[in-house]
């Protein structure tokens, strides 16, 4: 009597979830939705991670907070413990969204590791196969992530209790490169798989990023590499999205709204997560994204939620990237309206330059990127307007085409004229004023990145890539704290091991500088 | 003659015996009484209630007078399995009976005995009727687990926790059908009890049928509950003033006309009464006693109602010449709750004192006034003047009108005990003993689709739960009794098998209607949630108890618990314990002293615990998601499968204590007491830990990580300053100190969650400091000894002030606690008062630590802060104010917890006693803490709901 097993319905064994391919299903389902949500129970519960508020240990909130809110491109006002300290370029090791992002990480690796081994048993299932080459994609993605963050991480690819031994880039990146090169052929053809499932053109794609930032992580220079794998993607079936649905004269808005699974902007996902304001609640994700810069004069209402949380503004350091096209200027001669589209800044009632990040809104322009309503300005599926239907792409293809320019701008070969027009397409479809071969220099694709994919995850990789996140080269307002923006200490480049891990885990030595 | 010596007069009935045989006799009705014996035996003299006297026989008359037992020294006191007399404990017990329990408006048993125990600390979680109390043995035990006391009910073990809807897991007991409660405190008493005695132990001994006529017993009362105080918040003028003064335009024109003390609203004068009735006697040769309990009570929080039905039956039949017994005991309660939203406190704080109650333009709804005018509940409204603004505080009046929360809890205790004495083997007694443990809880909330919310096209929300909880139990022992010559042994051995289950349903519905008003179902979110479980825990003990002469006392147990929540390699857990006393005033050369006692007790023993501790943590298991957490593949969104931390390793957190103590009594027992001195070690604490997260499926899990160390030193002191025929004057005090350090841990732990910003924390564990020690900025002050805003000391001297700044600093438990009480009798009147005193418990004043001036301006709303504003004048709330040490404040206080004043008419009830009285609870605190109320568990003050004056009047009959 004293063996007891479980005898809630809500709890399962190993011999439950792993009986057959649609079981096993729900298991490979947790692996994306260890990045996309944060628990058991939507939009809280059940917390996949604790020690720290349940919405805020979201994976792409954190990403945000990580390499955005870093950068010139978020500041915020909210005081949570650790969150201003992320603008200000001063974390600690023990900085809460450091940690967080630590473990989430890790947990997904955790999860993929076990989700491999014990999927195996059904294996001669090709679906199954797929899910496995799925589950060691989402792994070495996880681990891409903990590489670029935190550099020297432990290696662990089986399930274990065995306190692991550090790692570093190196052995990182060759593992991260063999297994998205190893899985290719478990993968499914582009186009093939089900919406919110990689395929192969995910693995190439996260590839070209890594060999583009090959470099910084390795000291290799890979960028030949790039322009291979971004090929790959490029003639693939996957298709950058010109269907200007709400007919606003772009389609690069159409990208971020609640029916980007099906208005045409899915064509250029190659890997996603998804939400669903009823069905996938989370406070991060989209929802975060959403909600969080909505503040001031902005009317929730054209947002399709209820309210703001007036946190995220923006610097004019990333203002400024769109310079050339200003169309009107304000009595202070800051710019008030562009003519791209990427340039979404919401400017009434806010201030261009920043006196004030702490609680204050109107410092800093707002962004109006993240919209959770239709094409036809219809509210997401949640009526109450909580949450939002918004799917969030981690890869897309317009990621990959500047990936390839700036491989080419760097010397490593490839078509240059291919380069140009592939910009030209994104320019185009943003309604920016079309760019020749001799524009094309690293750090114009550089600063176009920050035009075309801003707030989704890349910029401080990218600042670090040119050697400008911590130098003087580039200040940014409060960059280091100063109110100008300093240079900090280049250590920074790479965030601390958690405190506490290390205090259990006596293998692994801090990094460097903290 | 025998008489008694307070009256004089003869006493019938008394036994005599000459000591070491079994020559006896009794005296006849008028105290008199003649017995064979020799020059220099040794003659007891024994009746109930009295003390018992040994006197030698010195010559052919011996008259004697025996004192009433006031201190019942031959009490018998219920230990684990067992009873023994108080004179022969020798473990830290304290024993409270029905007529030292508390008086007044009492509606949960640990009312009772607050106050009276030394190293027993309870507070109640605050001011709603029926509400639980926090019960701390000798301070905190663990750091994770439960830190309450197991408490045991005619030899029931209760289940841990509540289930849903219960404001008290002890509500099921009606106050009056309570006889005695002990107290076992140290790990020589509670050892028997292994592994669910970590925290002590608290018996419950129900009242018992009596031989004989019936006789019937009413008490009754009733009571006036008044709010005693609020949060002190700016009132609308200085309101008015602050935002004319700081505020920029369009702040300041969106104040209002009216004036609105929202606190007053909220709170109300409240009534409640209680009534029971009992009989005992014999019903057909049985024994009987049965009750019947009703109490009705409303809280001051308006809309707050407890109401319960209590019905008890105890039988004790006899059979085969007494050889053997039978105890039946059976109770139920149901209790229905009325909850009254909280929400409704803090928002009453905050919301703005220039709004109306109610506003013509507000789309939520409240009346239709005489002129067919609809008004609505004011709410802080969005552009379009259709929803609630985003982040908006709720109006209050709203909150507790429109939120319906109730729940009814059922409850059953009951046990079959038989014990038999055999034939064959005197002294050898057996028995066994059945129980069961049910609570059912049903309840549920419905939030109306006018509750003003910030989501568009709000249709209302319900959410309904059962939950129960299942309590198995079966022992079985052999006890046996034998006296060699000045030898006693007392030997008991058992098997306890005990399994406790839990089955869990709610589901919650986020409605959407349809056009017709009726609920589309298709369309609303229906979430549903299943909980269950079961565990089992399976035990052997064994006591030796030992007395030579009772002189000298030995008490030896050993239990081996196993729990079925613990991996099968480290499931058994070995809990001995051994304890010595010495009965000093039974030596020769004390038996002419002033002792009427003196003892010496030392004592060591170990408990164990995993109460608190969720099942199968040691399995791997795989916990499916809600549909709200899906995720979408293709067209289709799938529940998610995830696998649960574990841990293999997790083995008993082990108690040891050591236990010194003294118990005396002199001047005919007018002067007793107990010095009890304490070290309790806790080792292998199970707390939540942080793990390398490469090796888990989680961040954290539950382990084995660190120890812990109670010291402290208790002393009770009982007076008896008078005592003559028509007066009686007696005085119980206690005090008691206890410190509390952690000694092993690792990591440190932030604990302590508070309110203002999202996700902070105000206390941390950490070796070397007290548990739940707050973890704060240094506040640096000006000449005036005011507080800087934003200044702090710069702890580590690195030129910043940043988390490493931090430091701890103070702790909620107190160092040292009092309790003194009086009574006093004079002819047919009684008088009795109780008070508390609590030095060195520290508050976090989290009202006061939110408020900032800018606190009033957000979001374009107007919000109330406390006026603890006009003492720091602080700006901007930001996380570095709010973790100030400013806002850590001493919460020493003194209460007059009661005064009870009562008159009994001999003869009032057709020549039956009937007793009047009047009583005030909670007549006094003196404190300088700022906050509402000093006694706070936990220590950290957010919404506290106030806790009443209380004035009772009641009738106690028998007949």
Redesign the interface.
Known sequence: DLDQTPIDPDLFTEVDVYKNAQEAKGALAKLYAGLALTGQQGPAGQADISGVDEGFSQFSRMLFNLNELTTDHAVVGWGDPGLPNLHAMNWGAGNDFTTAMYFRLSQVVSFSNSFISNAAVLSDDAEVAAYIAEARFIRAYAYYNLMDLFANVPLVTEITTALPEQSNREEIFAFIESELQGIESDLKSPGSNEYGRVDQAAAWALLSRLYLNAEEFVGQNRYADVITNADKVINSSYSINTNDGNGNGSAYDELFLADNDTNGAQNEFLFVLTFDGINQQTFGGTTFLTHAPLGGDMDPVLFGVNGGWSGYRTTKGFVDQFDYAVTERDGNNHPVAWNDARAQFFTEGQNYEIETIANTFEDGYALAKFKNVDINGQQGSDTSGDFADIDLPLIRLAEVYLNYAEAVARGAGGDMAKATSLVNELRTRAGAPTITSADIDPDFVLAERSRELHWEGLRRTDLIRFNLFTTGSYLWPFKGGAQNGRAVESFRKIFPLPENVLLINTNLTQNEGY | TVTDSGSGEPLPGVSIVIKGTTTGTTTDFDGNYSINAQNGDILQFSYIAFKTKEIRVTGSELNVTLQEDTEQLDEVVVIGYGSVRKEDLTGAVNLVTSKDFNKGQVSSPQQLIQGKVAGVSIVNGGGAPGEGSNFLVRGIGSLNLNSNPLFVVDGVPLNDGGVGGSRNPLNLINPNDIEAISVLKDASATSIYGSRAANGVVLITTKKGKAGEFSFNLRTNTSVFEPVNQVDVLNPAQFRKLVRDTGNQDFIDRLGSASTDWQDLIYRTAFGSDHSLSAVGAAFGVPLRASLGYSDQDGILSGDNFNRVTASVNLTPRLLDDHLKFEINARVARTENTFADRGAIGSAVSFDPTKPVYDQNSPFYAFTDENGTDFGYYTWL???GT?Q???APTNPVAILDLIDDQATVDRFVGNLKADYQLHWVPGLTATVNGGYDLSKSEGGKIIPNNFP??????DGRTEQYTQEAKNYLFDAYLNYKKEFGDHNLDVTGGYS?Q?FEFDNFSNNV?R?LNADGSLNDEAS?NET????????L?SYFGRLNYDFDGRYLLTATLRAD???KLN?DD?WGYFPSAALAWNIHNEDFLAEGPFDQLKLRVGYGEVGNVNGLG??NF?????????????????S???????EPIN?DLRWEVGNTLNAGIDFAVLESRISGSVNAYIKTTEDLIA?T???????????ISANIGDMENRGVEVELNLVPVRTQDLEWSINYNISVNDNEITRL??TQ?VGGISG????TIQRHQVGAAPFSYYVYKQIYDANGKPIEGAYADLNDDG?I???DRYLYKNPYADVLMGLSTNLTYKNWDFSAVSRASIGNYNYNNVASTTAL?GVF??DILRNIPADYLRTEFQ????TNLLSDYFIENASFFRLDNITLGYTLAEGFFGNPLRFYASGQNLLVVTNYNGLDPEITGGIDNNFYPRPRVLTIGLDINF
């Open positions: 969005n552009a379009a929803n603004l985003n982040l919310t910030a989501a568009t096209g709000y098998y399994r986020e959407i979110l949630f299943i909980d269950k479980s079961r565990n089992v399976l196993a729990s079925s099968p499931r099942d199968y399995l791997t298991r795989y916990v499916i998601s809600t549909p709200s957490a899906q995720y979408q593949f293709g067209d969104f799938y529940r998610t499968y995830r696998p293999e939540t942080v793990v390398d997260p490469f090796t888990n499926f989680g961040n954290t690792p990591d932030e910003g999202v996700g902070n910043q940043n988390s490493e800018n957000s979001n901007q709330f930001t996380e």
